[in-house]
Each structure stands twice: as structure tokens, then as C-alpha cells.
């Protein structure tokens, strides 16, 4: 018999001010964002971005003040309560972010994960890479 017990939860809107740290693209917005920041890279000083790359998504770490917007993208910041789990600006979970954290620590190895919305998904950001203008021209 299973014992693992299911935490039931769902995503609300978060209505609550808070800071990004992350603009975070999917899909046909990767591309877009790649490019805006390739054309536009005297606007910002790229050794202060990291990013984290997957198949369908890009997440770029950087000052609030200078995150990049090309239309699609979206936010994410690190939760007050929970430091090691990051979450759409957006968006916030229906239960403690604690507890959320705690559950995901359990099933995950990942340090700081960004647990996303829609497409719903857990992304580790235990390794992240310097944003440089080869990687962009790379990347495109």
C-alpha cells in the first residue's frame, strides 16, 4: 500500500506587490527575447545576467531594474517565506509556500527550483550560466 498523502493546492492570482528577479520566456517567446536583448545589448550589462535554458524555455536572472520585456514574457521572483523556491509574479500557490517547498525539497535534489504555472513545471536552478552576447548569437 502507498502512503505517500497528496497535497491538494492550486494556483490564484497573486495580487500582492512584489520583486522579480527572473524574466522567464516559453516557446516562440525565446527567440524574441534572444533577439531584443541581442539588438539591444548597449541598453544592458549583460555580466550581470545569468540565464538557465531548457528545450522550451529561458530564464534570464538579473536587477529588477534592468529585466528585459518583449511582449510574452513573464516574471518570477523568490517567495518571502520559502527563499528556495521561485514563483510567477503572477501567480501564487493556493497553500503555504512552506509547505510547498518542503514537499518539493522532498521529491526533488534541487537547492532553488522555480516551480511554474502554466505549462505547469518544477525547474531546477542549481546551475546557472553567464548571459554573454556569443551565447545569444548561439543561441538564436
Not at 510574452?72 to 521572483?77: I, T
Request: charged share 15%; aromatic share 12%; with cysteine.
Amino acid at each position: 500500500m502507498n502512503n505517500k498523502s497528496l497535497i491538494n493546492w492550486h494556483w490564484q492570482l497573486n495580487t500582492e506587490s512584489v520583486i522579480p528577479v527572473a524574466v522567464v520566456a516559453w516557446y516562440e517567446t525565446v527567440p524574441r527575447l534572444l533577439i531584443y536583448l541581442l539588438k539591444n545589448q548597449d541598453k544592458y550589462d549583460l555580466q550581470k545576467f545569468k540565464f538557465v535554458k531548457g528545450e522550451d524555455f529561458i530564464i534570464i536572472i538579473g536587477p529588477e531594474s534592468q529585466l528585459p520585456w518583449v511582449d510574452g514574457v513573464q516574471y518570477a521572483m523568490v517567495d518571502s517565506q520559502a527563499p528556495q523556491l521561485w514563483l510567477p509574479c503572477h501567480a501564487k500557490p493556493s497553500i503555504s509556500t512552506l509547505l510547498l517547498a518542503n514537499a518539493i525539497a522532498n521529491k526533488f535534489t534541487h537547492k532553488h527550483v522555480l516551480l511554474w504555472d502554466h505549462p505547469k513545471m518544477v525547474i531546477p536552478l542549481g546551475v546557472s550560466w553567464p548571459l554573454t552576447k556569443e551565447f545569444l548569437e548561439y543561441a538564436i
